[in-house]
């Protein structure tokens, strides 16, 4: 069974439950009918807002309606393959990063993938360095990325890269004003060996 289908048999569900009828669905979140009764079948995808505004007019959430895909699916599956991006959640917060989850597969798996968004960094951000075994992979999604390797500073841009073993002093940051989001993969994946509440692992 798809996600879709999951997903949209809860909905079903708890709009019954809440002895909701599809119209009043429907005027609830301003989506047609015809569309929610597709949807609430498995025959049609659904947008990330869309859903919001289903969970809301239900007194749910995103990650409720979410969960009943996880119970009913067969464990004898394995290992989540696919994460959606409106299961992203956040890992920790350090500093000025805030650091999401976009996997649901890091146990026993050598590379440790993030999402991270960086606020507009104090001065002190600048000048702390760090070093660890491993190396990195940095890929700018938004905004501009100051990153510091060894002696050399360079600013990356949208669709700029960064890849280098992190043995070396480094350190990145958010020089400007306006928040800036980066993609990162480090190995290896100390989330699993290291900190579980962030601590010394890698930034």
């Known amino acids: ?11 079903n569900k708890l709009r019954k439950g809440a002895n909701m009828t599809l119209k009043e669905l429907s005027d609830s979140t301003g989506l047609s009918q015809g569309f929610l009764s597709k949807f609430e079948r498995g025959q049609t995808t659904i947008a990330v807002d869309s859903l919001l505004q289903i969970a809301t007019a239900l007194g749910t959430s995103i990650d409720h309606l979410l969960s009943q895909r996880e119970q009913s699916a067969d464990k004898a599956q394995g290992p989540k393959i696919i994460h959606r991006s409106y299961e992203n959640s956040v890992l920790y917060m350090e500093n000025n990063f805030i650091n999401y989850q976009i996997s649901d597969n890091y146990a026993g798996m050598d590379i440790f993938p993030k999402l991270i968004v960086l606020l507009p960094a104090q001065e002190t ?79």
């Open 1 to 11: 069974m798809k996600d879709t289908q999951y997903i949209g048999l809860a909905v």
């Open 125 to 203: 951000d600048h000048t702390v360095q760090f070093a660890h075994k491993g190396q990195e992979f940095v890929y700018v999604l938004e905004g501009v990325l100051t990153i510091k390797i060894g002696s050399d500073t360079y600013d990356l841009f949208p669709g700029d890269t960064a890849h280098f073993k992190s043995d070396v002093q480094h350190t990145w940051y958010n020089n400007t004003n306006r928040n800036t989001m980066i993609l990162t993969v480090h190995t290896p994946n100390v989330f699993f060996s290291g900190e579980p509440d962030g601590k010394n692992l890698p930034h």
